[in-house]
Antibody, heavy 119, light 113 residues
């Protein structure tokens, strides 16, 4: 059974760096084709993809946010970490991590974590 | 980037009636080498993460009721709920995974009339 859970701060001050951790079970990020992605959703708005890391450590980022994002994985801990620098109130959102099977779509999602950016 | 545009933005349907949501991609998401459309549909209820309903444009995820179906190819896709139930009230998103950046439609809110 695949599960994912996001963790991190609920409140971040403007200009600070956000660090979110996705802890997963039921799959290995060393399995060929597997990936873990991050997607966010501002309150009442649509889903926005942020980043994706593959089993071979290939990393992809949203072009509009690439200069602020870093995604890493720790296969031994079954974790993926997303950092986002220079946080702004418009970054207030629920942040989700999701499992991507080999060559496919995101199928399993975490419950999400709401991050508020405010002074 | 592949832009995903859904229509309508909101839809009110009587219980037991058909609901149809359209999704159009700005470029084809049909991969020629395997003839698969890299298009998925998700259902999201308030306070919950998106739930996968359909992938490869028309393959129903295990456990998803048969009243949900997906169709289309290339750039034009449709999600149909054949007989709307009260528990289907939600926002529905289409999503292309043809390549990165992944993109989603803006969502369609389905309500009971």
């Amino acid at each position: 059974q695949i599960t994912l859970k996001e963790s991190g701060p609920t409140l971040v001050r403007p200009t600070q760096t956000l660090t979110l951790t996705c802890t997963f079970s039921g799959f290995s990020l060393s399995t060929s084709g597997v990936g873990v992605g991050w997607i966010r959703q501002p309150p009442g708005k649509a889903l926005e993809w942020l980043a994706l890391i593959y089993w071979d450590d290939d990393k992809r980022y949203s072009p509009s946010l690439e200069n602020r994002l870093t995604i890493t994985k720790d296969t031994s801990k079954n974790q993926v970490v997303l950092t986002m620098t220079n946080m702004n109130p418009v970054d207030t959102a629920t942040y989700y991590c999701a499992h991507r099977g080999p060559g496919t779509h995101p199928d399993y999602w975490g419950q999400g974590t709401l991050v508020t950016v405010s002074s | 980037d592949i832009v995903m545009t859904q229509s309508p933005d909101a839809l009110a349907v009587s219980l037991g009636e058909r609901a149809t949501i359209n999704c159009k991609s700005s470029q084809s998401v049909l991969y020629g080498s395997n003839n698969k459309n890299y298009l998925a549909w998700y259902q999201q209820k308030p306070g919950q993460p998106p739930k996968l309903l359909i992938y490869w444009a028309s393959t129903r995820e295990a456990g998803v009721p048969g009243r949900f179906s997906g169709s289309g190819s290339g750039t034009d896709f449709t999600l149909t709920i054949s007989s709307l139930q009260a528990e289907d009230v939600a926002v529905y998103y289409c999503h292309q995974y043809y390549g990165t950046p992944w993109t989603f439609g803006q969502g369609t809110k389905v309500e009971v009339k």
